[in-house]
Structures are given as C-alpha cells and as structure tokens.
C-alpha cells in the first residue's frame, strides 16, 4: 500500500472509531503524568513532559489499551529519567519524538524506538546527559531524516549508513573522534560537528561519500582542529556553507579543503591565521571564484597583509571573494591597493 493509501486507510479507521465514540486517547487519568493531544485525526501528540520516572512513561504505553497507535508526536523533558528501556512505548509509534533537557538521562535501549521504526521521521535529543547512542539502529530508521543529538555528552561516534538522513546534528558534545570507514549518508544535507574535542578525530574521507551535503560545521572544537591534506574533500555540487570558524588554526595545508563550488561560503572566521599562502588559498578561491557568488571569511584573523598576499591582492576577481582586515591598520583586504603590492613585492626583485 502507498503512504497514501495506508495514511487514509488509517484516517479512516480512526475516523470510525471516533464515530463509534472512541477518542484516540485512553481517559485523562489512566496515562498521567503524561497527557494525550488530540489535535486533529492525524495529530495526536504524547506529552510526557511532567512525568518524572520511567516508570510513568512506561506504565502509560505498556498498561494501557490505546486504540490508536499512529501518533504524531512524543515529548519528554526535565524529568529524572535515566535510560529510556526496552519496550518503554510499547506498541504505539511516532513520526517526531523530543526529548530535551532531561539532565540525567544517559542512554537509550537499542530496542526502545523499534515500533516508529517505519514512521520516525524526526529525533531531537538535546541537552540531555547522553553519553552513547545506539546509531546502529540507524539503517532500520526508513523514514528518519533529522536526528539532532545536540549539547549532549557524547565522546566517540561510530560509521554511520543511513539512506534517509538529511540533517545529523552532533554539535556540543564531547566527541573525540568518529570512527573511520564505509560512511554512507547520501541525502545528507547538514551535518554538524561544532563544539566538539575532535582535533585529529575527524576520518579521512567522511564527506566525500556526502552527495547532497549544503551545510558542513565543524567550529569551535577544542583543543585547535588539525586539517591534514586531502581531509576535507567533498564532493556535492550543492554545497553552500562550510563552517570551520574559532578553531586556532594557524595554517591550512594544501588540499587540506577542497571541492568547493561556485555557491560556496568558507568561514575561517576566528582563527589564527596570518599568511594568506598561495599554495593552500589559489585552488580554493578558483574553485570557488567560476562566476558564482562563493567567498571566503577570513575575518578575525590576525592577517599579516604582507607580499604572501600579493597574488590574491593583485587578482581583481580573488580580492574581492575574500572578507577580513589586516592587523597593522585594519584595512579591508578588498580595499588593499594591488599597485602597492606590485611594487613592494615585485618590481624591487625586476632591478635585478
Ligand atoms: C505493565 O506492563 C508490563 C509489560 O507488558 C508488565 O510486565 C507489567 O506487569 C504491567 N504492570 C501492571 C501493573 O499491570
Ligand atoms: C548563491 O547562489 C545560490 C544559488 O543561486 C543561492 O541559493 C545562495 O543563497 C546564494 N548565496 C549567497 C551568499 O548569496
Ligand atoms: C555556478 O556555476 C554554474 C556552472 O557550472 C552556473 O550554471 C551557475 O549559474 C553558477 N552559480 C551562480 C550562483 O552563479
Ligand atoms: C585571477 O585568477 C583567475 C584564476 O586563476 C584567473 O582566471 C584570472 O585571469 C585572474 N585575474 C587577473 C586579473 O589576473
């Protein structure tokens, strides 16, 4: 049957049991603390955000006869729950689930989510004390495209498949490296790493099996982000932002980034930068500078402006791709003077 199909055939079901006089809801009593939305047929939403023990959560999934198993979505929050259990939810499924600031809550069964298998769309976990996710679950997940683990505490992320995910947002964890290996996740469009202690941890190749990917944040790791060459290679015709900003870099190696697009933002805002190289920034900027709208944020950043910038400086089209002030005078580097450069940097050698 067609997600259509099967939708209106669900739609009907539960209308009938309406007309017989069935809410979707088991009585108010029987699932408290937590509460049943009915909003509409096809939103009905389980907030269990004023329970405070497993055991109410568990009680009104599994203790209960629920008529109407579909729902639209589950909430949990501040509550002093610690893991979420096998079969905590029973048989009843969710498209979304958001489980947001629950400080003690470290782990999540490798079962518990099975019966949204099919149906879960969106997972937002964030602000919890989660220190391990089952992503192995991830490949059985066919209809999940968000999963934000957001300000968590994970330290270690295995390769991840999923066929669905379109945003993977791991920012503010403790993560120290991601396993290197066969990453498959080619309709991601968004995966973010920020606030991380990666350093070295990023895998080699980790974004060049991301087709889709338009958005690429790994900023402000601690300590100091090191970019070996050829680690950053993506390879999507859509990407539009990559963010590497406050990460003490001092310096890129050559090929350390590459794959940019004529749509692409790069933000090295915030580093340490000094000598903008040739070497590292010609093949970014050409790759970035084929009549398109792509830049480079070289903004807060210590920039010498010296004859290591020359080539750029005197390069109409590269001048003005690239955002950031010198050091010495706080001038803009797309109102450098290329004449200046020319003489300082070239024509003193020329006499020769
Ligand atoms: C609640 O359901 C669980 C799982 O089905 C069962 O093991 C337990 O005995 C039930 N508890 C009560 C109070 O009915
Ligand atoms: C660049 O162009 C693309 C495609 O036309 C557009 O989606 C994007 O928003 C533009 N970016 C900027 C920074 O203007
Ligand atoms: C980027 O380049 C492609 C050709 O490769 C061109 O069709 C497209 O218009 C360019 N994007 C922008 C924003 O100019
Ligand atoms: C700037 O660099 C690009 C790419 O290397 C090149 O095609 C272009 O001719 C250069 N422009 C000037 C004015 O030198």
Request: net charge negative; with cysteine.
């Amino acid at each position: 049957m067609s997600c259509i199909a099967m939708q209106s055939f669900l739609t009907l079901l539960l209308l009938s049991a309406v007309v017989r006089g069935q809410n979707p809801c088991p009585p108010y009593d029987e699932i408290a603390p937590c509460k049943c939305v009915y909003i509409s047929i096809t939103e009905v939403d389980i907030d269990c955000r004023f329970a405070a023990t497993i055991d109410d959560v568990f009680h009104a999934f599994n203790n209960i006869s629920w008529n109407f198993k579909n729902m639209r979505r589950f909430y949990l929050g501040l509550s002093e729950i610690e893991e979420l259990p096998e079969g905590v939810f029973g048989d009843i499924s969710f498209q979304e689930i958001r489980i947001t600031d629950n400080g003690m809550l470290r782990s999540i069964h490798n079962t518990a989510l099975r019966a949204s298998r099919d149906r879960l769309r969106v997972l937002r976990m964030e602000g919890n004390h989660l220190n391990s996710f089952p992503f192995d679950i991830l490949p059985e997940m066919t209809a999940l495209t968000e999963l934000t683990l957001y300000n968590n505490y994970l330290i270690f992320v295995p390769v991840i498949n999923s066929d669905s995910l379109e945003l993977l947002n791991l920012a503010n964890n403790e993560i120290t490296f991601l396993e290197e290996g066969p990453w498959s996740l080619p309709n991601l469009r968004e995966l973010r790493l920020g606030g991380n202690l990666v350093r070295e941890g990023l895998p080699l190749g980790l974004v060049s099996s991301m087709d889709s990917l338009v958005t690429f944040d790994c900023s402000w790791t601690q300590p100091n982000l090191l970019i070996p060459s050829g680690l950053l290679e993506f390879a999507s015709d859509a990407l539009q932002y990559v963010y590497l900003e406050g990460n003490d870099m001092s310096n890129l190696e050559p090929n350390a980034i590459s794959g940019l697009t004529n749509v692409t933002y790069l933000s090295l805002y915030g580093n340490n930068i000094q000598e903008v190289n040739e070497d590292t920034f010609k093949p970014l900027l050409e790759d970035v500078a084929i009549q398109g709208n792509g830049s480079i944020n070289l903004h807060a950043n210590p920039l010498n402006c010296g004859c290591d910038m020359a080539w750029l400086v005197m390069n109409d089209t590269f001048r003005e791709m690239v955002r950031g002030t010198c050091r010495k005078d706080g001038l803009l580097v797309s109102e450098l003077d290329p004449q200046v450069f020319e003489e300082l940097c070239f024509k003193r050698f020329l006499d020769f």
